[in-house]
């Protein structure tokens, strides 16, 4: 089925007035706007956005329907302001008559290389329809794992954020009242003096705190561009206890699903992993990876260049070798894809139930500690006085 209809004469004479009134236009545009058009280009659209996006011109160009006519129609119906100035530009390329991945190319912060490879390779086939539909798919797939992690990490951070909001609420406001009582502080117990030493930490240099807390964290924002921390950042997270387990899952599952995509839209197996490599969004895995791609290229075997390799399960390379074997790898890729979906779902409600009974043992031990701190040199003083 064809994606890309043959106007008529009469639709090109008007097409090409619209593309000349559209430059003269754009002659007059003024600096505010291209500043605007740059910073919109910067701002990045919702994946819940552009899985419709992808769903609404499948079913449009699956009827026949020209895909600039369709992305012209819903540029109209879009509310997101960033969204529909990128449509917009999509229906200025394809009047020039470039294809759709040339458009999206346009915009790497919205649009990852993994999905323009896939566009641009059923382009080819006359199929753009069923690449968008099956895109939309695997695009909500992956984002729907990568939210289930976000909202089982939620909870927990809320109750950080807050647990430290009220112990330095209590440190700077309601203690130094409580131990104006006690004249002779070092006679009091070591839990005691330890909450008063806290207590002034925060009163008499809460600014250098706050000061310190910036600094590290511009510092860390620099440094961890740089590819040796990258590198060192993504191992660490590879071995936090418990955590590094769903991270790992994630990372196999997304670089089965994006691979067996590109593999099944007839991209080289090569490029499939060079792209890929990029998509897992950890270095460790991109450089073996990227290794991987050479060794294929080298005549080495898939599944002889990951045997015994820490970073791939042995059921992941056994099942790689039985592609080589049946020639069906992304099927039989997209199958693990959707095995370790469900890993990572078991393994974050786990979590969710060991990070509750956690998270209420730290609050019992801090409010312990504040509460012993402050009763004990009281209950003592309160002997003191009964024995006088």
Not at 101 to 118: G, K, L, R, V
Not at 123 to 137: F, G, H, I, P, V
Not at 377 to 388: A, G, H, K, Q, Y
Request: charged residues 20%.
């Amino acid at each position: 089925m064809a994606d890309f209809l043959i106007l008529d004469d009469d639709k090109k004479s008007e097409s090409d007035n619209i593309v000349s009134n559209t430059n003269s236009d754009q002659k007059q545009e003024t600096f505010m706007d291209k500043l605007n058009n740059i910073v919109m280009s910067l701002q990045k659209i919702k994946t819940s956005e552009k899985v419709v996006f992808y769903r609404l011109l499948s079913t449009m160009t699956n009827a026949w329907m020209w895909i600039m006519k369709s992305v012209s129609i819903m540029e109209k119906q879009e509310k997101n302001p960033v969204f529909k100035k990128i449509m917009w530009r999509f229906c200025e390329e394809l009047k020039e008559w470039k294809s759709l991945s040339d458009c999206m190319h346009m915009y790497p912060t919205n649009f990852d290389e993994a999905e323009i490879w896939i566009i641009r390779s059923w382009e080819k086939t006359w199929q753009l329809n069923r690449a968008l539909s099956d895109l939309a798919d695997q695009v909500e797939k992956v984002e729907a794992i990568s939210w289930k992690i976000k909202g089982a990490m939620m909870y927990p951070m809320f109750i950080v954020v807050v647990v430290i909001w009220v112990v330095a609420v209590m440190m700077i406001m309601v203690v130094p009242k409580l131990l104006e009582i006690f004249d002779n502080k070092d006679d009091l117990p070591w839990t005691t003096r330890a909450l008063i030493f806290i207590s002034d930490t925060f009163v008499n240099y809460w600014i250098i705190m706050l000061i310190v807390i910036i600094i590290s964290y511009i510092w860390l924002q620099i440094w961890k561009k740089t590819p040796t921390w990258v590198y060192m950042y993504d191992w660490f997270k590879l071995k936090i206890p418990v955590f590094w387990q769903i991270n790992k899952k994630l990372i196999l599952s997304k670089f089965s699903r994006v691979f067996a995509w590109l593999v099944g839209s007839w991209v080289s197996i090569v490029e499939s992993l060079r792209i890929t490599s990029d998509a897992v969004w950890n270095e460790v895995y991109k450089q073996r990876i990227l290794l991987l791609s050479e060794d294929i290229s080298s005549g080495i075997k898939m599944w002889e260049s990951l045997d015994w390799d820490k970073l791939f399960p042995d059921m992941m390379v056994q099942m790689i070798q039985v592609w080589e074997q049946t020639a069906k790898l992304d099927q039989i890729i997209l199958k693990v894809a959707d095995f370790y979906d469900e890993q990572v779902n078991n393994t974050i409600w786990v979590l969710n139930k060991l990070l509750e009974p956690f998270i209420l043992v730290t609050l019992a031990i801090i409010v312990w500690f504040i509460a012993v701190s402050i009763m004990q040199p009281i209950m003592w003083l309160s002997d003191t006085i009964s024995n006088s």
